[in-house]
């Protein structure tokens, strides 16, 4: 089982609010990652992380932002959260190096629910 | 550009039956191809992995086939159970260490008693 928590599972927020969400590993990955996934569609990569003080904008462009002040932690804030935030939010970690296989280690999800 | 189609989006079966899943990709240079499962509101988790030189894999009741030269992959489940019931996702990895993911977009699928 994959030793990567995130935080909140679930919140529901009104318009304008700033928001962070938490996402820590205790696996010593310096691989991470913040996927965005709308219900029952394909998971886009918003921001990646190979290793402390790199983060990389990903495929699909957010208004998020992210930190990798710590190898464990990689939180994501938005600062003025709108509806058009509402998603899924999922935090990954992968193996360091290169040659690794590949596989991504995904935490639960935050559900995000701007009104 | 870099492309995982999936087939079917989604697909009902019956408890106890078999079905295939399809992956075609168009990723290059070809690194590795997982399948993952992710049940609904959980994080995906890696069911196998497929490299270049390998044509069958198995986890258990679920078996991935890789076909390099035609580029198509399948996950087939075998004496589905309720638990089954999630979406499937083809990721193919690019690159020589295998950095650049591509996702497909997954296959739901519903297992009824």
């Known amino acids: 089982e994959a030793d990567i928590y995130q935080t909140p599972r679930y919140l529901v927020i009104g318009t304008g609010k700033k928001i962070t969400l938490e996402c820590s590993q205790t696996?010593?990955?310096?691989?991470m990652y913040w996927y965005q996934q709308d219900p029952g569609m394909e998971l886009h990569l918003i921001h990646y992380?190979?290793?402390?003080?790199?983060?990389e904008k990903g495929d699909l462009s957010s208004e998020s932002t992210v930190s990798r002040i710590r190898t464990e932690h990689f939180p994501l804030t938005l600062e003025s959260a709108r509806p058009s935030h509402t998603s899924q939010y999922l935090c990954a970690s992968s193996y360091p190096g290169t040659g690794d296989t590949g596989e991504l280690f995904f935490g639960e999800g935050s559900r995000l629910t701007v009104l | 550009k870099n492309q995982v189609e999936q087939s079917p989006q989604s697909l009902i079966i019956l408890e106890g039956k078999n079905c295939t899943l399809q992956?075609?990709?168009?990723?290059?240079?070809?690194?590795?191809l997982r399948w993952y499962k992710q049940d609904t509101g959980r994080g995906p988790v890696s069911l196998t992995i497929?490299?270049?030189?390998?044509n069958t894999k198995s986890n258990g009741r679920y078996t991935a086939t890789l076909d390099a030269d035609t580029k198509q992959s399948s996950l087939h489940i075998t004496a589905s159970q309720l638990s089954d019931s999630a979406s499937y996702i083809c990721v193919v990895s690019a690159g020589a260490a295998g950095n650049k993911l591509t996702f497909g977009g997954g296959t739901r699928v519903l297992v009824k008693p």
């Open positions: 992956c075609n990709y168009t990723v290059s240079p070809f690194s590795n």
């Open positions: 696996m010593g990955h310096d691989k």
């Open positions: 992380s190979y290793g402390v003080n790199s983060t």
């Open positions: 497929m490299t270049f030189s390998e």
